[in-house]
């Protein structure tokens, strides 16, 4: 299922800042697709919902970490006790491969 957020939420990603237009569903056994609209060229990237985090805003209690960086990905649940998570969609390693 493909739902059109209004208004696009602002996020960050790996790639950078952007507004997401769009969140796609696949069920159960996925991830959340976010699709994004880069602030820097504008480019149109679908990101994993892992791997996004809402924008700062003062105002909603969303205030940047005393480090300057964004805290780190957390680690599903069933992923901290030991068990294999399942993805559809299978994230690349730390190297990037």
Known sequence: ????????LPLETAKGAGLAHFVIDYGP????MWVVFMD????CWTVPNPE????MNWSMGRRKPKSGKPA???V???????AIVHRVFPRADATGA
């Open 1 to 8: 299922m493909i739902t059109q957020l209004d208004p696009p």
């Open 29 to 32: 056994e996925a991830d959340l």
């Open 40 to 43: 820097s060229d504008g480019a």
């Open 52 to 55: 996004i985090r809402m924008s």
């Open 72 to 74: 780190a990905a957390a």
């Open 76 to 82: 599903p649940a069933a992923a901290a006790d030991g």
